[in-house]
Protein backbone atom coordinates (compact mmCIF):
# COMPACT_ATOMS: atom_id res chain seq x y z
CA UNK A 1 0.00 0.00 0.00
CA UNK A 2 3.57 2.58 0.95
CA UNK A 3 4.62 2.21 -2.60
CA UNK A 4 0.92 2.20 -4.12
CA UNK A 5 0.50 5.78 -2.18
CA UNK A 6 3.83 6.83 -3.12
CA UNK A 7 3.29 5.59 -6.72
CA UNK A 8 0.19 8.09 -6.74
CA UNK A 9 1.93 10.83 -5.29
CA UNK A 10 4.74 10.49 -7.68
CA UNK A 11 2.06 10.30 -10.37
CA UNK A 12 0.03 13.46 -9.39
CA UNK A 13 3.54 15.91 -8.99
CA UNK A 14 4.33 14.83 -12.87
CA UNK A 15 0.79 15.69 -13.89
CA UNK A 16 0.93 18.63 -12.00
CA UNK A 17 4.58 19.89 -13.48
CA UNK A 18 3.28 19.40 -16.88
CA UNK A 19 -0.23 21.58 -16.29
CA UNK A 20 1.51 24.03 -15.26
CA UNK A 21 4.00 23.68 -17.43
CA UNK A 22 2.15 23.36 -20.94
CA UNK A 23 0.48 26.15 -19.64
CA UNK A 24 3.14 28.63 -18.36
CA UNK A 25 5.03 27.74 -22.35
CA UNK A 26 1.71 28.58 -23.83
CA UNK A 27 0.92 31.77 -21.77
CA UNK A 28 3.90 33.37 -23.05
CA UNK A 29 4.22 32.27 -26.92
CA UNK A 30 2.69 35.42 -28.16
CA UNK A 31 5.71 37.20 -26.49
CA UNK A 32 8.69 35.53 -25.64
CA UNK A 33 10.38 35.09 -29.31
CA UNK A 34 10.06 39.09 -29.89
CA UNK A 35 12.76 41.95 -29.13
CA UNK A 36 15.30 39.21 -29.60
CA UNK A 37 18.32 39.28 -32.04
CA UNK A 38 18.45 37.49 -35.50
CA UNK A 39 20.08 37.03 -38.48
CA UNK A 40 17.92 39.77 -40.16
CA UNK A 41 18.02 41.73 -37.07
CA UNK A 42 15.51 42.13 -33.94
CA UNK A 43 12.43 40.33 -34.86
CA UNK A 44 8.58 41.02 -33.67
CA UNK A 45 5.42 39.17 -33.45
CA UNK A 46 1.77 40.23 -33.20
CA UNK A 47 0.70 42.79 -31.44
CA UNK A 48 4.58 43.33 -29.79
CA UNK A 49 5.76 45.62 -32.67
CA UNK A 50 3.43 48.12 -31.82
CA UNK A 51 2.52 47.87 -27.74
CA UNK A 52 5.63 46.85 -26.67
CA UNK A 53 7.58 49.29 -27.89
CA UNK A 54 5.69 51.30 -26.62
CA UNK A 55 6.22 50.41 -23.25
CA UNK A 56 9.92 50.09 -23.79
CA UNK A 57 9.87 53.71 -25.29
CA UNK A 58 8.44 55.05 -21.79
CA UNK A 59 10.33 52.38 -19.77
CA UNK A 60 13.62 53.45 -21.24
CA UNK A 61 13.17 57.15 -20.56
CA UNK A 62 11.33 57.04 -17.04
CA UNK A 63 14.15 58.79 -14.49
CA UNK A 64 11.71 60.89 -12.52
CA UNK A 65 8.46 58.56 -11.89
CA UNK A 66 6.13 61.83 -11.13
CA UNK A 67 7.77 63.36 -14.26
CA UNK A 68 8.06 60.90 -17.52
CA UNK A 69 7.99 62.69 -21.09
CA UNK A 70 6.10 61.52 -23.38
CA UNK A 71 8.45 59.29 -25.33
CA UNK A 72 7.26 59.86 -29.28
CA UNK A 73 5.93 63.46 -28.95
CA UNK A 74 8.24 65.29 -27.67
CA UNK A 75 8.33 68.19 -25.37
CA UNK A 76 5.39 67.20 -23.54
CA UNK A 77 5.36 65.23 -20.66
CA UNK A 78 3.34 61.93 -20.36
CA UNK A 79 -0.66 62.13 -19.10
CA UNK A 80 -3.98 60.49 -19.34
CA UNK A 81 -2.16 57.29 -18.86
CA UNK A 82 -1.54 54.47 -16.37
CA UNK A 83 2.17 54.52 -15.70
CA UNK A 84 3.19 51.84 -12.75
CA UNK A 85 3.79 48.94 -14.85
CA UNK A 86 6.60 50.66 -16.92
CA UNK A 87 7.71 52.72 -13.22
CA UNK A 88 8.06 49.64 -11.83
CA UNK A 89 9.98 47.66 -14.40
CA UNK A 90 12.20 51.12 -15.18
CA UNK A 91 13.19 50.56 -11.07
CA UNK A 92 14.86 47.24 -12.28
CA UNK A 93 18.90 47.43 -12.88
CA UNK A 94 18.39 44.98 -15.98
CA UNK A 95 18.27 44.45 -19.74
CA UNK A 96 15.04 46.52 -19.70
CA UNK A 97 14.56 45.12 -23.82
CA UNK A 98 15.35 41.28 -22.33
CA UNK A 99 12.95 42.15 -19.00
CA UNK A 100 9.88 43.40 -21.13
CA UNK A 101 9.74 40.91 -23.71
CA UNK A 102 11.60 37.71 -21.75
CA UNK A 103 11.80 37.81 -17.86
CA UNK A 104 8.58 39.47 -16.82
CA UNK A 105 5.97 37.38 -18.86
CA UNK A 106 7.69 34.04 -17.74
CA UNK A 107 7.29 35.44 -13.90
CA UNK A 108 3.61 36.88 -14.20
CA UNK A 109 2.32 34.33 -15.76
CA UNK A 110 3.64 31.56 -13.31
CA UNK A 111 2.30 33.83 -10.65
CA UNK A 112 -1.23 34.00 -11.84
CA UNK A 113 -1.09 30.69 -12.92
CA UNK A 114 -0.29 29.64 -8.88
CA UNK A 115 -2.75 31.99 -7.90
CA UNK A 116 -5.82 30.73 -9.90
CA UNK A 117 -5.00 27.47 -8.40
CA UNK A 118 -5.14 28.58 -5.24
CA UNK A 119 -8.45 30.62 -5.60
CA UNK A 120 -9.72 27.80 -7.36
CA UNK A 121 -8.47 25.35 -4.13
CA UNK A 122 -10.27 27.63 -2.08
CA UNK A 123 -13.13 26.98 -3.70
CA UNK A 124 -13.65 23.41 -4.22
CA UNK A 125 -10.80 21.82 -2.33
CA UNK A 126 -10.01 19.33 -5.38
CA UNK A 127 -5.93 19.08 -6.80
CA UNK A 128 -8.06 18.01 -10.02
CA UNK A 129 -10.16 20.76 -10.77
CA UNK A 130 -7.83 23.39 -9.69
CA UNK A 131 -5.70 22.05 -12.66
CA UNK A 132 -8.08 22.18 -14.86
CA UNK A 133 -9.39 25.68 -13.96
CA UNK A 134 -5.43 26.85 -14.48
CA UNK A 135 -5.98 25.21 -18.06
CA UNK A 136 -9.62 26.41 -19.15
CA UNK A 137 -8.04 29.87 -17.61
CA UNK A 138 -5.00 30.17 -19.84
CA UNK A 139 -6.89 28.79 -22.97
CA UNK A 140 -10.73 30.08 -22.48
CA UNK A 141 -11.40 32.00 -26.05
CA UNK A 142 -14.23 33.34 -27.76
CA UNK A 143 -17.23 31.45 -30.60
CA UNK A 144 -15.39 33.34 -32.84
CA UNK A 145 -13.65 30.54 -33.95
CA UNK A 146 -17.00 28.61 -35.01
CA UNK A 147 -17.77 31.63 -37.10
CA UNK A 148 -14.78 31.65 -39.18
CA UNK A 149 -14.34 27.89 -39.54
CA UNK A 150 -17.83 27.95 -40.91
CA UNK A 151 -17.28 30.96 -43.38
CA UNK A 152 -13.60 30.54 -44.18
CA UNK A 153 -12.53 26.63 -43.50
CA UNK A 154 -9.52 27.93 -40.95
CA UNK A 155 -10.09 28.42 -36.87
CA UNK A 156 -9.47 31.91 -35.47
CA UNK A 157 -11.44 34.64 -35.18
CA UNK A 158 -10.03 35.50 -31.43
CA UNK A 159 -11.94 39.44 -31.82
CA UNK A 160 -14.33 38.54 -33.76
CA UNK A 161 -16.29 39.68 -30.75
CA UNK A 162 -14.07 42.97 -30.13
CA UNK A 163 -12.36 41.44 -26.87
CA UNK A 164 -8.84 40.25 -26.45
CA UNK A 165 -9.08 36.79 -25.00
CA UNK A 166 -6.74 34.80 -22.41
CA UNK A 167 -3.83 33.55 -24.52
CA UNK A 168 -3.50 37.37 -26.16
CA UNK A 169 -3.23 38.68 -22.41
CA UNK A 170 0.65 38.72 -22.10
CA UNK A 171 0.65 40.99 -25.47
CA UNK A 172 -0.89 43.33 -22.67
CA UNK A 173 1.64 43.52 -19.56
CA UNK A 174 0.17 46.66 -17.69
CA UNK A 175 -3.09 44.33 -17.91
CA UNK A 176 -1.24 41.51 -16.91
CA UNK A 177 0.29 43.48 -13.40
CA UNK A 178 -3.27 44.26 -12.71
CA UNK A 179 -4.55 41.15 -12.69
CA UNK A 180 -2.12 39.74 -10.78
CA UNK A 181 -3.34 42.31 -8.11
CA UNK A 182 -6.86 41.65 -8.71
CA UNK A 183 -6.16 38.13 -8.34
CA UNK A 184 -3.99 38.57 -5.02
CA UNK A 185 -6.79 40.95 -4.02
CA UNK A 186 -9.63 37.86 -4.08
CA UNK A 187 -6.95 35.25 -2.60
CA UNK A 188 -6.84 37.73 0.12
CA UNK A 189 -10.28 38.19 0.72
CA UNK A 190 -11.05 34.65 0.88
CA UNK A 191 -7.62 34.06 3.48
CA UNK A 192 -7.10 37.12 5.10
CA UNK A 193 -9.66 39.81 4.01
CA UNK A 194 -8.22 42.50 6.54
CA UNK A 195 -4.79 42.26 5.65
CA UNK A 196 -2.85 45.84 4.75
CA UNK A 197 -1.86 44.52 1.45
CA UNK A 198 -5.15 45.05 0.06
CA UNK A 199 -5.43 48.75 -0.05
CA UNK A 200 -2.16 48.58 -0.51
CA UNK A 201 -2.88 46.83 -3.61
CA UNK A 202 -5.69 49.84 -4.55
CA UNK A 203 -3.67 52.76 -4.22
CA UNK A 204 -1.82 51.25 -7.31
CA UNK A 205 -4.56 50.04 -9.41
CA UNK A 206 -5.82 52.68 -10.87
CA UNK A 207 -2.12 53.78 -12.22
CA UNK A 208 -1.62 50.06 -13.41
CA UNK A 209 -4.55 49.77 -15.35
CA UNK A 210 -7.58 52.06 -14.82
CA UNK A 211 -9.87 49.20 -16.86
CA UNK A 212 -9.25 47.06 -14.00
CA UNK A 213 -9.90 49.52 -11.32
CA UNK A 214 -13.50 49.42 -11.14
CA UNK A 215 -12.78 46.01 -10.94
CA UNK A 216 -10.25 45.60 -8.29
CA UNK A 217 -12.65 48.40 -5.82
CA UNK A 218 -15.89 46.72 -6.38
CA UNK A 219 -14.27 43.17 -5.36
CA UNK A 220 -13.37 44.98 -1.71
CA UNK A 221 -16.48 47.31 -1.77
CA UNK A 222 -19.07 44.25 -1.97
CA UNK A 223 -17.10 41.99 0.26
CA UNK A 224 -17.01 44.26 2.89
CA UNK A 225 -20.75 45.53 2.05
CA UNK A 226 -21.71 41.57 3.04
CA UNK A 227 -19.24 41.48 5.98
CA UNK A 228 -20.27 44.84 7.41
CA UNK A 229 -20.70 43.35 10.66
CA UNK A 230 -16.71 42.58 10.86
CA UNK A 231 -15.61 46.31 10.01
CA UNK A 232 -13.56 48.05 12.20
CA UNK A 233 -12.40 51.73 12.51
CA UNK A 234 -8.61 50.55 11.37
CA UNK A 235 -9.84 48.48 8.21
CA UNK A 236 -12.07 52.08 7.19
CA UNK A 237 -9.19 54.10 8.14
CA UNK A 238 -7.00 52.01 6.14
CA UNK A 239 -9.43 51.96 2.76
CA UNK A 240 -9.60 55.78 3.35
CA UNK A 241 -6.48 56.73 3.27
CA UNK A 242 -5.69 54.14 0.63
CA UNK A 243 -8.62 55.59 -1.24
CA UNK A 244 -7.46 58.91 -1.04
CA UNK A 245 -3.86 57.95 -2.07
CA UNK A 246 -5.08 56.24 -5.43
CA UNK A 247 -6.90 59.31 -6.15
CA UNK A 248 -4.07 61.58 -5.80
CA UNK A 249 -1.63 59.30 -7.50
CA UNK A 250 -4.39 58.73 -10.60
CA UNK A 251 -5.13 62.54 -10.97
CA UNK A 252 -1.45 63.40 -10.79
CA UNK A 253 -1.09 61.34 -14.20
CA UNK A 254 -4.62 61.17 -15.63
CA UNK A 255 -5.26 65.34 -14.82
CA UNK A 256 -7.45 65.17 -17.81
CA UNK A 257 -9.16 62.13 -17.63
CA UNK A 258 -12.90 63.03 -17.03
CA UNK A 259 -13.10 63.93 -20.51
CA UNK A 260 -11.91 60.97 -22.26
CA UNK A 261 -14.92 58.60 -21.18
CA UNK A 262 -18.26 59.18 -23.22
CA UNK A 263 -21.59 58.20 -23.18
CA UNK A 264 -22.12 56.42 -26.56
CA UNK A 265 -24.28 53.39 -26.33
CA UNK A 266 -24.16 50.38 -28.08
CA UNK A 267 -20.89 51.78 -30.27
CA UNK A 268 -19.17 48.06 -30.00
CA UNK A 269 -22.99 46.25 -31.04
CA UNK A 270 -22.54 49.07 -34.41
CA UNK A 271 -19.30 48.08 -35.14
CA UNK A 272 -19.24 44.27 -34.44
CA UNK A 273 -21.40 44.04 -37.62
CA UNK A 274 -19.80 47.07 -39.58
CA UNK A 275 -15.98 45.80 -39.55
CA UNK A 276 -14.51 44.34 -41.93
CA UNK A 277 -12.05 42.32 -39.40
CA UNK A 278 -15.62 41.44 -36.62
CA UNK A 279 -18.70 39.76 -37.49
CA UNK A 280 -18.87 41.77 -40.35
CA UNK A 281 -22.80 41.81 -41.66
CA UNK A 282 -23.20 45.09 -44.03
CA UNK A 283 -26.96 45.09 -44.31
CA UNK A 284 -27.48 44.56 -40.31
CA UNK A 285 -25.24 47.57 -40.27
CA UNK A 286 -26.93 49.35 -42.53
CA UNK A 287 -30.01 48.91 -41.46
CA UNK A 288 -28.49 49.93 -37.55
CA UNK A 289 -27.23 53.34 -39.10
CA UNK A 290 -30.15 54.43 -41.16
CA UNK A 291 -32.95 53.85 -38.78
CA UNK A 292 -34.25 55.72 -35.81
CA UNK A 293 -34.42 54.05 -32.23
CA UNK A 294 -37.85 54.37 -32.34
CA UNK A 295 -38.18 51.79 -34.82
CA UNK A 296 -39.05 48.54 -33.34
CA UNK A 297 -36.97 46.33 -35.66
CA UNK A 298 -33.83 48.35 -34.78
CA UNK A 299 -34.39 47.46 -30.99
CA UNK A 300 -34.87 43.87 -31.70
CA UNK A 301 -31.69 43.96 -34.02
CA UNK A 302 -29.95 45.81 -30.92
CA UNK A 303 -31.04 43.23 -28.26
CA UNK A 304 -30.20 39.94 -30.51
CA UNK A 305 -26.63 42.29 -31.11
CA UNK A 306 -25.98 42.55 -27.42
CA UNK A 307 -27.02 38.62 -27.25
CA UNK A 308 -24.10 37.87 -29.53
CA UNK A 309 -21.82 40.54 -27.97
CA UNK A 310 -21.81 38.41 -24.97
CA UNK A 311 -22.20 35.13 -25.98
CA UNK A 312 -19.14 35.27 -28.41
CA UNK A 313 -16.80 36.88 -25.97
CA UNK A 314 -17.98 34.71 -22.71
CA UNK A 315 -18.20 31.31 -24.66
CA UNK A 316 -18.04 28.59 -22.53
CA UNK A 317 -17.72 30.46 -19.72
CA UNK A 318 -21.06 31.29 -19.39
CA UNK A 319 -21.76 27.37 -18.24
CA UNK A 320 -20.29 28.35 -14.79
CA UNK A 321 -23.80 30.64 -14.73
CA UNK A 322 -25.64 27.67 -14.33
CA UNK A 323 -24.42 26.93 -10.97
CA UNK A 324 -25.12 30.51 -9.38
CA UNK A 325 -27.14 28.96 -6.50
CA UNK A 326 -23.99 27.19 -5.24
CA UNK A 327 -22.02 29.40 -5.39
CA UNK A 328 -19.84 30.40 -2.62
CA UNK A 329 -19.89 33.88 -0.80
CA UNK A 330 -16.34 35.18 -2.94
CA UNK A 331 -18.41 33.16 -5.83
CA UNK A 332 -21.48 35.35 -6.13
CA UNK A 333 -19.34 38.60 -5.21
CA UNK A 334 -17.05 37.63 -8.44
CA UNK A 335 -20.22 37.05 -9.83
CA UNK A 336 -21.77 40.40 -9.37
CA UNK A 337 -18.50 42.04 -10.45
CA UNK A 338 -17.88 40.84 -13.25
CA UNK A 339 -21.55 41.62 -14.49
CA UNK A 340 -21.26 45.18 -13.51
CA UNK A 341 -17.56 45.39 -15.32
CA UNK A 342 -19.16 43.95 -18.47
CA UNK A 343 -21.74 46.23 -18.64
CA UNK A 344 -19.63 49.49 -18.84
CA UNK A 345 -18.14 48.94 -22.64
CA UNK A 346 -21.75 48.06 -23.64
CA UNK A 347 -22.54 52.06 -22.84
CA UNK A 348 -19.25 53.93 -22.71
CA UNK A 349 -16.77 54.31 -25.26
CA UNK A 350 -13.26 56.48 -25.13
CA UNK A 351 -12.41 59.39 -26.67
CA UNK A 352 -10.25 59.63 -29.11
CA UNK A 353 -9.83 55.58 -29.38
CA UNK A 354 -13.44 54.38 -28.86
CA UNK A 355 -12.10 50.67 -29.12
CA UNK A 356 -10.14 50.91 -26.49
CA UNK A 357 -13.00 50.81 -24.23
CA UNK A 358 -13.18 47.15 -24.68
CA UNK A 359 -10.25 46.52 -22.30
CA UNK A 360 -13.10 47.51 -19.51
CA UNK A 361 -14.48 43.93 -20.53
CA UNK A 362 -10.97 41.94 -20.31
CA UNK A 363 -11.39 41.65 -16.54
CA UNK A 364 -15.21 39.79 -16.41
CA UNK A 365 -14.17 37.54 -19.06
CA UNK A 366 -11.03 36.85 -16.57
CA UNK A 367 -13.28 36.81 -13.29
CA UNK A 368 -15.35 34.26 -15.59
CA UNK A 369 -12.43 31.77 -16.30
CA UNK A 370 -12.21 31.67 -11.83
CA UNK A 371 -15.97 30.85 -11.81
CA UNK A 372 -15.16 28.00 -14.11
CA UNK A 373 -13.95 25.86 -11.84
CA UNK A 374 -17.61 25.32 -10.12
CA UNK A 375 -18.69 23.80 -13.76
CA UNK A 376 -15.74 21.32 -13.38
CA UNK A 377 -16.22 20.84 -10.06
CA UNK A 378 -20.27 19.67 -10.61
CA UNK A 379 -19.41 17.52 -13.65
CA UNK A 380 -16.38 15.45 -11.98
CA UNK A 381 -18.64 15.15 -9.31
CA UNK A 382 -21.47 13.88 -11.40
CA UNK A 383 -19.19 11.91 -13.74
CA UNK A 384 -19.90 13.66 -16.56
CA UNK A 385 -16.09 13.82 -17.68
CA UNK A 386 -16.93 13.72 -21.76
CA UNK A 387 -18.04 17.59 -21.41
CA UNK A 388 -15.55 18.68 -19.41
CA UNK A 389 -13.01 17.12 -21.92
CA UNK A 390 -14.41 18.53 -25.38
CA UNK A 391 -14.91 22.09 -23.54
CA UNK A 392 -11.00 21.96 -22.60
CA UNK A 393 -10.32 20.54 -25.64
CA UNK A 394 -12.23 22.78 -28.12
CA UNK A 395 -10.70 25.99 -25.73
CA UNK A 396 -7.49 24.87 -27.01
CA UNK A 397 -7.59 24.07 -30.52
CA UNK A 398 -9.73 27.40 -30.71
CA UNK A 399 -6.47 28.99 -30.31
CA UNK A 400 -4.52 27.36 -33.21
CA UNK A 401 -4.41 30.74 -35.12
CA UNK A 402 -2.57 31.86 -32.52
CA UNK A 403 -0.26 29.83 -31.58
CA UNK A 404 0.58 29.08 -35.00
CA UNK A 405 1.41 32.67 -35.91
CA UNK A 406 3.48 32.80 -32.49
CA UNK A 407 5.51 29.80 -33.78
CA UNK A 408 6.07 31.37 -37.08
CA UNK A 409 9.23 32.28 -38.90
CA UNK A 410 10.07 34.53 -39.87
CA UNK A 411 8.37 37.25 -37.88
CA UNK A 412 5.72 39.70 -39.52
CA UNK A 413 8.13 42.49 -38.43
CA UNK A 414 11.22 43.92 -37.19
CA UNK A 415 14.25 46.10 -36.70
CA UNK A 416 16.16 44.99 -39.54
CA UNK A 417 20.32 44.56 -39.32
CA UNK A 418 21.03 47.16 -41.43
CA UNK A 419 19.20 49.56 -39.46
CA UNK A 420 19.61 48.57 -36.56
CA UNK A 421 23.71 49.50 -37.03
CA UNK A 422 22.05 53.06 -37.71
CA UNK A 423 19.93 52.92 -34.38
CA UNK A 424 23.46 51.86 -32.14
CA UNK A 425 25.22 54.77 -33.80
CA UNK A 426 22.52 57.08 -33.23
CA UNK A 427 22.24 56.22 -29.45
CA UNK A 428 25.82 56.70 -29.62
CA UNK A 429 25.67 60.58 -30.20
CA UNK A 430 24.03 62.94 -27.45
CA UNK A 431 20.84 62.92 -26.49
CA UNK A 432 18.34 64.86 -28.66
CA UNK A 433 15.55 65.05 -30.35
CA UNK A 434 14.61 62.89 -33.54
CA UNK A 435 12.12 64.56 -36.53
CA UNK A 436 11.39 61.13 -38.42
CA UNK A 437 9.06 61.10 -42.09
CA UNK A 438 5.43 60.29 -40.72
CA UNK A 439 4.24 56.88 -40.85
CA UNK A 440 3.06 56.08 -44.47
CA UNK A 441 1.28 53.09 -44.74
CA UNK A 442 1.78 52.95 -48.76
CA UNK A 443 5.45 52.08 -48.19
CA UNK A 444 3.81 48.52 -46.85
CA UNK A 445 3.80 48.00 -50.44
CA UNK A 446 6.14 45.22 -51.79
CA UNK A 447 7.04 45.15 -48.88
CA UNK A 448 8.96 41.45 -47.66
CA UNK A 449 8.70 39.60 -44.90
CA UNK A 450 9.67 40.68 -41.93
CA UNK A 451 8.35 43.97 -42.86
CA UNK A 452 10.75 46.77 -41.17
CA UNK A 453 9.37 48.28 -38.30
CA UNK A 454 9.07 52.10 -40.25
CA UNK A 455 6.64 50.54 -43.19
CA UNK A 456 4.67 48.42 -40.78
CA UNK A 457 3.47 50.53 -38.26
CA UNK A 458 3.56 53.57 -36.65
CA UNK A 459 5.30 53.03 -33.36
CA UNK A 460 8.17 54.39 -31.01
CA UNK A 461 11.17 52.14 -31.72
CA UNK A 462 13.50 54.88 -32.08
CA UNK A 463 12.77 56.36 -28.23
CA UNK A 464 12.43 52.62 -27.63
CA UNK A 465 15.86 51.87 -28.66
CA UNK A 466 17.96 55.25 -27.82
CA UNK A 467 18.22 57.92 -25.06
CA UNK A 468 16.59 60.18 -27.68
CA UNK A 469 13.24 61.28 -28.25
CA UNK A 470 11.23 61.98 -31.50
CA UNK A 471 8.94 64.77 -32.45
CA UNK A 472 6.31 62.33 -33.47
CA UNK A 473 6.57 58.88 -34.08
CA UNK A 474 3.35 57.02 -31.94
CA UNK A 475 0.53 58.54 -33.44
CA UNK A 476 -2.18 56.06 -31.97
CA UNK A 477 -0.92 56.67 -28.56
CA UNK A 478 -0.66 60.15 -28.84
CA UNK A 479 -4.18 59.95 -29.94
CA UNK A 480 -5.04 57.85 -26.70
CA UNK A 481 -3.48 60.48 -24.56
CA UNK A 482 -5.51 63.00 -26.67
CA UNK A 483 -2.35 64.90 -28.02
CA UNK A 484 -2.57 66.81 -31.12
CA UNK A 485 -0.51 64.95 -33.54
CA UNK A 486 -2.57 65.54 -36.11
CA UNK A 487 -1.30 69.21 -35.85
CA UNK A 488 2.59 67.89 -35.64
CA UNK A 489 2.46 65.25 -38.34
CA UNK A 490 1.29 68.08 -40.93
CA UNK A 491 3.69 70.35 -39.72
CA UNK A 492 6.44 67.47 -40.37
CA UNK A 493 4.94 66.75 -43.95
CA UNK A 494 5.05 70.38 -44.80
CA UNK A 495 8.56 70.61 -43.17
CA UNK A 496 9.50 67.52 -45.89
CA UNK A 497 8.05 69.28 -48.96
CA UNK A 498 10.88 71.80 -48.49
CA UNK A 499 8.82 74.81 -50.09
CA UNK A 500 10.37 77.56 -47.65
CA UNK A 501 13.78 77.90 -46.51
CA UNK A 502 13.07 80.31 -43.82
CA UNK A 503 9.86 78.09 -42.67
CA UNK A 504 11.83 74.81 -42.99
CA UNK A 505 14.42 76.22 -41.13
CA UNK A 506 12.35 77.92 -38.29
CA UNK A 507 10.47 74.89 -37.87
CA UNK A 508 14.02 72.42 -36.66
CA UNK A 509 14.58 75.50 -34.07
CA UNK A 510 11.67 76.11 -32.80
CA UNK A 511 11.44 72.46 -31.77
CA UNK A 512 14.44 72.02 -31.06
CA UNK A 513 15.18 69.46 -33.38
CA UNK A 514 18.43 67.75 -33.06
CA UNK A 515 18.42 65.31 -36.02
CA UNK A 516 16.64 64.09 -38.69
CA UNK A 517 16.43 60.01 -39.51
CA UNK A 518 15.19 59.21 -42.98
CA UNK A 519 15.29 55.04 -43.58
CA UNK A 520 14.92 53.27 -47.26
CA UNK A 521 11.89 54.22 -48.86
CA UNK A 522 11.76 57.63 -47.05
CA UNK A 523 15.20 58.70 -48.13
CA UNK A 524 13.18 59.13 -51.54
CA UNK A 525 10.54 61.15 -50.32
CA UNK A 526 12.17 63.89 -49.66
CA UNK A 527 15.42 66.21 -51.07
CA UNK A 528 16.53 67.90 -48.12
CA UNK A 529 18.36 71.37 -48.77
CA UNK A 530 21.34 70.34 -46.64
CA UNK A 531 23.56 73.70 -46.78
CA UNK A 532 20.46 75.67 -46.72
CA UNK A 533 19.31 73.93 -43.23
CA UNK A 534 22.56 73.82 -42.18
CA UNK A 535 22.68 70.20 -42.01
CA UNK A 536 25.00 67.53 -41.67
CA UNK A 537 25.29 63.93 -42.44
CA UNK A 538 26.73 61.65 -40.16
CA UNK A 539 25.78 58.50 -40.60
CA UNK A 540 25.01 56.82 -44.08
CA UNK A 541 24.79 53.16 -44.92
CA UNK A 542 22.87 53.15 -48.11
CA UNK A 543 19.99 51.77 -45.82
CA UNK A 544 19.82 54.91 -43.52
CA UNK A 545 20.97 58.67 -43.57
CA UNK A 546 20.88 60.50 -40.58
CA UNK A 547 21.41 64.42 -40.17
CA UNK A 548 22.42 66.73 -37.29
CA UNK A 549 20.81 70.08 -37.00
CA UNK A 550 23.74 72.56 -36.35
CA UNK A 551 22.51 75.54 -34.34
Known sequence: MAIHSNSNTIKTKIITIFTFGFCLLFSVLPVIRSGLKYDFGIGFWG??????????????????????????????????????????????????????????????????????????????????????????????????????????????????????????????????????????????LQTKPKSII??????????????????????????????YQEIT???????????????????????????????????????????????????????????????????FILFIGIIIFYLGNFSFRLLAFKYLSKFNKIQKIIFLVTIISALIPLFFIQKSTAWNTIQFLYYPLALSNLLF????????????YLSVFLILYF????????????????PPSAILSSEYQAIQFLNSQSPGIILTYPYDPHLLKNQKTPIPLY??????????YTHHLTYLSDEMNAGNSNKNWQQRRNDSLKFFDQKSIYEDR??????????IYLVDQQVNKTSLKISDMSLSKIYDNSYVQIYKVNR
Open 47 to 188: PTAHDFLWHLSLINHIKNPFSIPFPSFSGELLTNYHPFFNILLALIPFDHSFLLFQVFPLISSLVILILVYKISYQFYQKHTVSLLTIFFYTFSNSLGWIYTYLTQRKIAGESLFWSMQSLSSQINPPFILSQIFILLIIYL
Open 455 to 464: AYETTSYLPA
Open 198 to 227: IPLLLIFLPITKVYGAITGYALVFFYWFFN
Open 373 to 384: SSYIFHQLNNRL
Open 506 to 515: GFLVNNQIDY
Open 395 to 410: SFISNLDLIKGSLGSP
Open 233 to 299: KKIILNYFISFLLAILLFFKFNASSSSLLIFNPFWFIFGMFSSTDKLYIPKVASFLFNTSLSDPRKI
